[in-house]
């Protein structure tokens, strides 16, 4: 198990993406115990990119459930289909929001939340995870964090079956 991640000082974020998911799979690979892996995951992101918050919701009946997290504190539930959580859980997609503040029916879990990306992770076709991640500026995140994220979803759900 790795004790300190190594950081590429890139300012391109692609490349800090590349230099940071294999370290993650290699922190989550062999490590059974899924909450134990999501609290390293919400660590490392929060650590390379210096997110507001970084944090895991579980699919429990018909809400969204708090999980590990980094940054201040959160919602604890949040419906199915509210927000931008519940929205990529009821649409099962990753959602990217400019502005929290233009997208219908926002949950302000903290006020200096200004743009979000929502990912799902899919157990047995059926969504059971979502990935929160929270920036304090505006259009913070694009089609290079939904497509590194992606594959950060993707080994998670390896990492469960």
Not at 59 to 81: D, M, S, W, Y
Not at 95 to 108: S, T
Request: proline share 4%; hydrophobic share 40%; with cysteine.
């Amino acid at each position: 198990m790795a004790e300190n991640l190594i950081i590429a000082t890139s300012s391109q974020k692609a490349e800090r993406y590349k230099t940071l998911l294999p370290q993650i799979e290699s922190l989550i690979s062999g490590e059974p115990d899924l909450i134990a892996n999501l609290s390293n995951v919400a660590a490392a992101l929060k650590q390379t990119f210096n997110f507001f918050w970084v944090g895991f919701y579980f699919v429990k009946e018909n809400e969204l459930v708090l999980g590990p997290f980094q940054g201040p504190i959160a919602c604890t539930r949040i419906g199915f289909g509210k927000g931008v959580c519940g929205a990529a859980w009821k649409e099962e997609k990753t959602i990217i929001v400019p502005n929290v503040d233009e997208f219908p029916g926002h949950i302000a879990c903290n006020s200096d939340s200004k743009s979000e990306i929502v990912l799902p992770a899919f157990e047995n076709g059926k969504v059971f995870l979502v990935l929160d991640v929270d920036s304090d500026r505006l259009n913070d995140f694009d089609e290079t964090d939904g497509e590194y994220l992606g594959r950060l979803m993707k080994a998670i759900e390896n990492s469960v079956k």
